[in-house]
Every structure is written in structure tokens, then in C-alpha cells.
């Protein structure tokens, strides 16, 4: 695994083909078929930012880095060059969308019951807003403290 230090979930971490494949996927709200956005470093040395994991048919799929010509068609800008290659890092990006859905779980499985506990400001808020609807004492005179 690699230690991000954007706060991040953790990433898998792949050695394919003598080369070390370090995962970072970052899930968003379903746009039809569109996932989540990944980016690759390969070998600590060469990021590919704009990988797009996407859900069909026969499951999920990876959509290669791509841009659009003058013509309106979408045009990788980069793919594997071997099919052993590109089996590998379609599981090393699904292993990571994976892992960070997992993350994700595990945050909103912990925040679940924190909307139901008393927050300490609240308590604050409310321990003030009852010392204000106190009747205010009186407070002796300089004479009455003396006796």
C-alpha cells in the first residue's frame, strides 16, 4: 500500500510487469455510468492523471486518459501497449475504486450515530441560553459585605 498525503484513503499499490503501479481513485456521485476519476503513477516516476471507471453491462470498466479533436471525437491519449499490461491495470484501478467505496463505507458507518449524540458546543449554547433566563441575584453593597 502507499501513504497518500492529500488525506486520502490508502491505495493499492501493484507490481506488474517489473513496474509498481501506485493507485489513487477518487469515487463521485453517479453521472450515468461514470464512477469515479483514478490516476496512475508508474514506477514512482510517471503519473497519468484522467483514468474514468465506469459501470456497464458485464460490470465495471476502465476508460483510458482521452481528449477531444476539433471533429467532436474522443481520442485516447494513452493505453497500454500489451493486453497483459492492460489487464493489469484495469485490476489495479478496479482494486482501488474498490478499496476507496470500502473507505467510503467505513466513514459513513462511523458518522452514522454522531448526528444523534449531544455536541459539546450545543451544550454550551444551551447551558448559556439557561444562565441568561436567570433571574440575575442582587449583589451586596460594599456595606452588607463588611458585617
Given at each position: 500500500?502507499?501513504?497518500?498525503n492529500n488525506?486520502?484513503?490508502?491505495?493499492?499499490?501493484v507490481?506488474a510487469a517489473?513496474?509498481k503501479?501506485d493507485?489513487?481513485?477518487?469515487p463521485?456521485?453517479p453521472?450515468?455510468?461514470?464512477?469515479a476519476?483514478?490516476?496512475?503513477t508508474?514506477?514512482?516516476c510517471f503519473?497519468i492523471d484522467g483514468?474514468?471507471?465506469?459501470s456497464?453491462?458485464?460490470?465495471?470498466y476502465?476508460n483510458?486518459?482521452?481528449t477531444?479533436d476539433?471533429?467532436g471525437k474522443w481520442?485516447?491519449?494513452?493505453w497500454?501497449?500489451?493486453?497483459?499490461?492492460r489487464?493489469?491495470?484495469?485490476?489495479a484501478?478496479?482494486?482501488g475504486?474498490?478499496?476507496?467505496?470500502?473507505?467510503?463505507?467505513a466513514?459513513?458507518?462511523?458518522t452514522?450515530g454522531?448526528a444523534?449524540k449531544?455536541s459539546l458546543s450545543g451544550?454550551l449554547?444551551e447551558?448559556?441560553?439557561?444562565?441568561k433566563?436567570q433571574?440575575a441575584?442582587?449583589?451586596?453593597s460594599?456595606?452588607?459585605?463588611?458585617?
Open positions: 500500500m502507499s501513504k497518500n488525506a486520502e484513503p490508502m491505495q493499492p499499490e507490481q517489473g513496474l503501479l493507485v489513487n481513485v477518487r463521485i456521485a453521472m450515468g455510468n461514470l464512477l476519476f483514478a490516476n496512475v508508474v514506477g514512482d503519473k483514468f474514468r471507471i465506469c456497464g453491462e458485464n460490470g465495471l476502465v483510458m486518459p482521452a477531444q476539433k471533429q481520442r485516447d491519449v494513452c497500454p501497449v500489451t493486453a497483459d499490461f489487464k493489469q491495470l484495469n485490476d484501478l478496479i482494486e475504486y474498490g478499496v476507496a467505496i470500502e473507505s467510503l463505507q466513514t459513513l458507518d462511523a452514522k454522531a444523534d449531544p451544550a449554547k447551558n448559556a441560553g439557561k444562565v433566563s433571574p441575584k442582587a449583589t451586596p460594599k456595606n452588607e459585605q463588611a458585617r
